[in-house]
C-alpha cells in the first residue's frame, strides 16, 4: 500500500493507494500484524493486533444497495448504481480473506445492507465463510433482518448479529435517539435466543450525543443479550448530507457519555486494538443491573493476553468459552497465579451485586470507533488499522476504502470463465474496459447528490412561466 511516512495523505497519494498484496508463502500473519504495530508506534504490551489476532476484522460488501439514506452514510454517490457482484467474486474474496488472515478471523458480512442480497445467496455467503474456518457476523439496519431468517443464518454458521440504529439513519416516526430504543427492543426480540452474539452500532454525532447516556443505561438493562455496543464517532466519510462535527465530539468526550450511562469507571485506556486514535475497547461485566469494568488496571490485561494467545473463545456460547480461558491458564499455571490477586480485588467489589444476582454475571463490551473524514487520512493510521474492506485485489483500510470507493466498486470484476462483469449492468463483457461514473437521477442518487437534484428541480420549476 502506497502509504508511507506520517501525516496527512495528500489527494495523489489517497489515488495511488492500493490493497496489500498476498503475503508470500509461509509468511506467518501474526508476525506481518505485530510489524505493522511497531513501524507504526503501536505495539505494546495491551495490543491485541499481533498478538491475539491477526487483524479485528474485514468487512465483506455483498451489495451497494441500502433501503436507507443515512445522513453520515459512508457510501459512494453512486452506490445505488452498482449491482450485486457475482456470488462466485464474493467466493473468491472469502478465500482470499482467509489467504491472507488465516483461520478465525472476523468477516463482516455487509454493504450497503446485506439483508438485499438474494436470500439463498446470503445464506450461501455466511456458509462459505463458515466452512473456510473464519467467523462470518452481520451488519445490517435490522429492517430485513427478521427471527427466520437470522435463524436460517446461525444454521450456515453465522457466529454476530450487528444491528445499527441510530438517528442519522432518519427512520421515520421517531424524534430521537431514547425513541429509537423501542427498535433495539424490538430487534433484541428477534435474536434472544438464537446462539448469537449481539451488537449494536450507534453513529455520535451532533444531534444525539447529548442521549448517549440514555442509550448505554438501555444496553446495560439488556446486557443478558447485547454483548457488545460499538459507538462510532461523527465523520465526513462518503455521500452523507452531514459533514465534520460542531461540538467536541471525541474519543474523551463520547466515553464520558458513555461513564455516565454505566454508571461506573470504566477505563477504555486498558486494551489496545490497532492505534489509539482509532480504537478504544472497555470490557464490563454487569450483575444486578450495575456495571463492573472488568480489567480496571493494565498490567492483568497483559498478563492475560500473553496467557491466552492464540486462543479463540465461542462468542456463541458462554461456557465454551470460559472452559477455553480456563485451559489457557492451566497451560500457564504461573500466570494464573499472578492473576490471583487482580481477580480476587474484582470479585470483592462486585460481592454485592453477584449475591444479589445468585452469581450471574453478563458481559458487556463498549467500543469506540474513531473514523477519519474521507479528506483527512493519517498515514499511521492507515498503517495500523485493524478495520479491512475486501476488494477484488486484496483488503485495504475502511477509511481509505471510504475515500476512494469508486475506484474499488465500479471496476469490471474478473469471471472464472473469462470476460468481465460490469458492475452498472450486471452483464459480461470481453474487455475490462475503465471505470465510468453512472449517470445519477433522483432513482439512484442518495445524500447530497439527491438534494443538489431536488433543488434543481424545485428551481427550475419555478422558473416556469
Known amino acids: 500500500m502506497a502509504c508511507s511516512g506520517s501525516g496527512i495523505m495528500s489527494a495523489a497519494e489517497i489515488a495511488a493507494a492500493a490493497p496489500y498484496p498476498l503475503p508470500p508463502a509461509g509468511t506467518s500473519p501474526m508476525q506481518l500484524a505485530r510489524e505493522r504495530m511497531e513501524a507504526t508506534g503501536q505495539w505494546h504490551p495491551r495490543q491485541s493486533m499481533g498478538r491475539r489476532w491477526t487483524i479485528g476484522c474485514v468487512a465483506l460488501e455483498i451489495t451497494q444497495r441500502c433501503n436507507l439514506d443515512c445522513s453520515l452514510c459512508y457510501l459512494s454517490d453512486h452506490s445505488e448504481a452498482v449491482k450485486d457482484i457475482p456470488l462466485e467474486a464474493v467466493f473468491e474474496r472469502i478465500d482470499m480473506i482467509r489467504a491472507h488472515y488465516g483461520p478465525d478471523t472476523d468477516v463482516q458480512v455487509t454493504g450497503g445492507d446485506p439483508t438485499l442480497r438474494r436470500r439463498d445467496e446470503l445464506v450461501a455467503i455466511v456458509r462459505r465463510i463458515a466452512e473456510r474456518g473464519m467467523r462470518p457476523s452481520l451488519f445490517t439496519n435490522g429492517i430485513k433482518a427478521t427471527r427466520d431468517l437470522l435463524a436460517e443464518l446461525c444454521e450456515a454458521g453465522l457466529v454476530d448479529v450487528a444491528f445499527h440504529v441510530d438517528m442519522t439513519q432518519e427512520r421515520p416516526g421517531y424524534a430521537d435517539e431514547v425513541a429509537l430504543n423501542a427498535v433495539r427492543a424490538d430487534y433484541i426480540g428477534r435474536a434472544r435466543g438464537l446462539p448469537l452474539s449481539v451488537f449494536f452500532n450507534t453513529t455520535v454525532f451532533d444531534g444525539n450525543f447529548h442521549e448517549i447516556p440514555e442509550v448505554v443505561r438501555f444496553f446495560v438493562g439488556h446486557a443478558d443479550v447485547v454483548r457488545l455496543a460499538s459507538f462510532q464517532l461523527q465523520a465526513d466519510t462518503g ?13 474523551g468526550t463520547v466515553s464520558a457519555q458513555i461513564r455516565t450511562g454505566a454508571g461506573a469507571e470504566i477505563n477504555f485506556d486498558t486494551p489496545i486494538a490497532g492505534h489509539a486514535e482509532c480504537n478504544r475497547y472497555a470490557m464490563t461485566l454487569v450483575a444486578n443491573g450495575r456495571v463492573h469494568d472488568l480489567y480496571g488496571e493494565g498490567r492483568p490485561l497483559a498478563t492475560i493476553l500473553e496467557a491466552t494467545a492464540g486462543i479463540q473463545f465461542d462468542r456463541k456460547h458462554k461456557g465454551r468459552a470460559v472452559a477455553a480461558l480456563a485451559r489457557g491458564f492451566a497451560r500457564r499455571p504461573v500466570a494464573a497465579l499472578a492473576l490471583l490477586p487482580w481477580a480476587a480485588r474484582r470479585l470483592w467489589g462486585m460481592r454485592q451485586d453477584l449475591v444479589a444476582a445468585r452469581g450471574r454475571a453478563h458481559k458487556l463490551s463498549f467500543f469506540l470507533h474513531n473514523f477519519m473524514d474521507a479528506g483527512a487520512l493519517d ?26 470507493r469508486d475506484a474499488f466498486i465500479l471496476k469490471p470484476v474478473p469471471l472464472q470463465d473469462g470476460g468481465f462483469w460490469d458492475p452498472l449492468t450486471g452483464a459480461a463483457r470481453e474487455a475490462p474496459g475503465e471505470a465510468a461514473a453512472p449517470v445519477l437521477t433522483r432513482k439512484n442518487a442518495r445524500g447530497r447528490r439527491r438534494l443538489e437534484i431536488d433543488h434543481r428541480r424545485a428551481a427550475s420549476q419555478g422558473a416556469m412561466p
Open 379 to 404: 498515514c499511521g493510521r492507515i498503517g495500523a488499522c485493524v478495520f479491512m474492506v475486501a476488494t477484488g485485489d486484496g483488503p485495504v483500510s475502511m477509511c481509505l476504502h471510504n475515500a476512494k
Open 239 to 251: 455521500r452523507g448530507t452531514l459533514r465534520r462535527r460542531q461540538q467536541p465530539i471525541d474519543i
